[in-house]
């Protein structure tokens, strides 16, 4: 679990700076990764203000990575 946690962590910091950097679409994808990873995370360890959290984040995600395509 531990690495699934430590892979969202990652993969959020890169989509940041992927995204500060205007790669979007990479940025976006990265975002989707470590949205996906802490919910599943918060999901898991029955901490459901992280799952919510990220729950958002998911779809706000997937709404970028829509309006990058």
């Given at each position: 679990m531990?690495?699934?946690?430590?892979?969202?962590?990652?993969?959020s910091i890169l989509g940041s700076?992927?995204?500060?950097?205007?790669?979007?679409l990479a940025g976006y994808v990265l975002f989707l990764a470590g949205?996906?990873?802490?919910?599943?995370?918060?999901?898991?360890?029955?901490?459901?203000?992280i799952a919510v959290l990220?729950?958002?984040?998911l779809t706000a995600n997937m709404i970028g990575l829509y309006n990058a395509l």
């Open positions: 531990n690495k699934i946690g430590w892979f969202g962590t990652v993969t700076f992927t995204v500060a950097l205007h790669f979007m949205s996906i990873s802490w919910l599943y995370v918060g999901y898991i360890r029955r901490d459901w203000s990220n729950g958002f984040f």
